[in-house]
């Protein structure tokens, strides 16, 4: 599995993430449909936010990258939103609260 983080602080990143939260809907479609797709975080913190993908292999962390790149260019671009901070890399260990011990 392979995982992406894209942090969002600074100038626009509140105003941001309460465009996600309305549009919420809007964003499941869309990162439902990478390659590979395992699961999706996106979590709100004081100053902007967060979002976790996770999927089966690098492929499809860089569609989910393009995704949100293409989203907020055609959804966003009125916020002016300074750039994520992306970290990504191989998942060592995924949990999840439904999955049965290996």
């Known amino acids: 599995m392979h995982a992406v983080v894209r942090t969002y602080n600074g100038h626009g990143a509140v105003a941001f993430f309460d465009l996600l939260e309305s549009r919420k809907a809007e964003v499941e479609s869309i990162i439902r449909k990478v390659p590979g797709f395992i699961s999706y975080e996106l979590i709100r ?27 907020i260019r055609d959804n966003a671009g009125q916020i002016r939103l300074d750039p994520p901070i992306v970290s990504e890399g191989d998942v060592m260990l995924h949990l999840a609260a439904d999955a049965a011990p290996a």
């Open 45 to 71: 913190t004081g100053v902007g936010g967060v979002a976790i993908t996770i999927c089966e292999s690098a492929e499809g962390t860089r569609a989910s990258i393009a995704a949100a790149r293409d989203w």
